[in-house]
Structures are given as C-alpha cells and as structure tokens.
C-alpha cells in the first residue's frame, strides 16, 4: 500500500519545539524529492519546506526560514520536520508529500503526486 503517515502534531505554547515525522511504505523514496505543506483553517494549502533525494538541499517558505529545520533519513524512509520558535500564525494542518518526478527540492503543490493524511499544529498564544 503506497502512504505517507505523518506524526508529531499537537497543541504547544508559542515559542515552543515540535517535531513532525513523515514515514514512507510501498513507494520510491530514497530517489525523490520530498516536501511539507500546511493549511490554516479558511487558507489555502501553502508550502513549507522541501528537500532533495539525498538531504544535501534544502528550501523553506520566508515564513518558517530560520525556524524550521527539514531532514530526511533514506535507511528508515522517514523525513522530518523540526519546528523551532513556533508562532500562533503556525497553526495549521501540516502534510508530508512525495515530488512527482525527480530528485530535487520543489515548492509547487503540483509536482507532488502523494499526500499523507495530515497532522494537526495548534499553537496558543
């Protein structure tokens, strides 16, 4: 069964740690690109970060640089998502994804082609 299963998510104060986990089953990984995207409640899905097949490049949305941290480990087919300083506006669904086609980084929704179900950040003020 192809899937991505994200974990991690839960209610934290601002300016708390959270660590999201993504772990990938039955589908190419080690050769792809992978990314997290999130989506605020009346918001479109945006993206957050991305990184390529061996970890060696990274992107972020302007919004997370500095704060977020993506990283990837191909033994155990997990990719990762260190959020550090986490703010009110981070609350959000958060979704791990496969790019379609390719070892790179990318940044647009659709060069993605598998989606996890989604793990919930709430960040209280």
Same mark, same amino acid.
Request: glycine fraction near 10%.
């Given at each position: 069964?192809?899937?991505?299963?994200?974990?991690?998510?839960?209610?934290?104060?601002?300016?708390?740690?959270?660590?999201?986990?993504?772990?990938?089953?039955?589908?190419?990984?080690?050769?792809?690109?992978?990314?997290?995207?999130?989506?605020?409640?009346? =918001?479109?899905?945006?993206?957050?970060?991305?990184?390529?097949?061996?970890?060696?490049?990274?992107?972020?949305?302007?919004?997370? =640089?500095?704060?977020?941290?993506?990283?990837?480990?191909?033994? =155990? =087919?997990?990719?990762?998502?260190?959020?550090?300083?986490?703010?009110?506006?981070?609350?959000?669904?958060?979704?791990?994804?496969?790019?379609?086609?390719?070892?790179?980084?990318?940044?647009?929704?659709?060069?993605?082609?598998?989606?996890?179900?989604?793990?919930?950040?709430?960040?209280?003020?």
């Amino acid at each position: 069964q192809v899937q991505l299963v994200e974990s991690g998510g839960g209610l934290v104060q601002a300016g708390d740690s959270l660590r999201l986990s993504c772990a990938a089953s039955g589908l190419t990984f080690t050769t792809r690109g992978m990314g997290w995207f999130r989506q605020a409640p009346g =918001k479109e899905r945006e993206f957050v970060a991305a990184i390529n097949w061996n970890g060696a490049s990274t992107l972020y949305a302007d919004s997370v =640089k500095g704060r977020f941290t993506i990283s990837r480990d191909n033994a =155990k =087919k997990t990719v990762d998502l260190q959020m550090d300083s986490l703010k009110p506006e981070d609350t959000a669904v958060y979704y791990c994804a496969r790019v379609r086609s390719g070892v790179t980084a990318r940044t647009e929704e659709n060069e993605y082609d598998v989606w996890g179900q989604g793990t919930q950040v709430t960040v209280s003020s």
